[in-house]
């Protein structure tokens, strides 16, 4: 079984500044890891997902993230956020032997602030 | 867009009622996945279904089943809705291989009085 920790509850920003959303997991088997952001009464999207290869992985609207295998950690940064991002962001983890079930995260809120 | 759709998107019922959740899709992907969503707790998956007929339990299976008789429609049954059960339901397929990513649809705000 996995299970993921997000820390932080809530982060608030300045626009133009950047943001760090910390991530850490726990699992015996190897996983792959995703970030998803929630926009109020809306669906999840995925912004980014790590499956294998560089640990340094790139989403959509400019976020990044980078895998740590030896800090069980995979934290989700932008150099510069816009009132645009204000969202929930969750992380996910799945076992890598198939079925992709998604243990998720409790989310981190992300309000902007001009 | 996944081609996802799931009716109703709000509802609400009375505790001891029978509730059916219809997920919707277009692509005819064979891994499909219910999953409740409440403040504190993230998503949390309910069951799943790895094709026709084929379902297994979540983490949170107690007081839902599912069924699973075309690709397209994955349904989630409430047998008697309790207020625990106040959540927002939201549906998931899942695209395997390469890709390996997970499409959510728009969510079903359930509300149990």
């Known amino acids: 079984a996995q299970s993921v920790t997000q820390l932080d509850s809530q982060v608030p920003v300045f626009e133009e500044a950047p943001v760090e959303l910390r991530c850490n997991y726990s699992?015996?088997?190897?996983?792959?890891l995703f970030w998803y952001v929630q926009y109020p009464n809306q669906g999840l999207q995925l912004l980014l997902k790590?499956?294998?290869?560089?640990?340094l992985v790139k989403g959509i609207n400019g976020f990044e993230a980078e895998f740590n295998k030896s800090q069980t950690s995979f934290h989700l940064r932008k150099p510069s956020v816009h009132i645009s991002d204000t969202a929930e962001y969750f992380c996910?983890?799945?076992?890598?032997?198939?079925?992709?079930?998604?243990?998720f995260g409790t989310g981190t809120q992300l309000k902007v602030e001009l | 867009d996944a081609g996802i759709t799931q009716s109703p998107r709000h509802k609400v019922t009375e505790t001891g009622t029978p509730v059916t959740l219809r997920c919707h899709q277009t692509?005819?992907?064979?891994?499909m996945y219910w999953y409740r969503q409440d403040p504190g707790h993230g998503l949390r998956l309910i069951h799943y279904?790895?094709?026709?007929?084929?379902?297994d339990k979540g983490e949170v299976s107690d007081g839902y089943s599912v069924s699973r008789s075309k690709t397209e429609d994955f349904l989630l049954t409430l047998e008697s809705a309790t207020s625990s059960q106040t959540s927002v339901y939201f549906c998931?397929?899942?695209?395997?291989?390469?890709?390996?990513?997970?499409?959510f649809g728009p969510g079903t705000r359930l509300t149990v009085t």
């Open positions: 996910a983890v799945s076992d890598t032997g198939g079925g992709n079930k998604l243990t």
């Open positions: 699992s015996s088997v190897s996983v792959y």
């Open positions: 790590y499956l294998s290869g560089s640990t």
């Open positions: 692509e005819n992907h064979r891994y």
């Open positions: 279904s790895y094709g026709v007929k084929d379902t």
């Open positions: 998931a397929i899942a695209t395997l291989g390469e890709s390996y990513e997970q499409y």
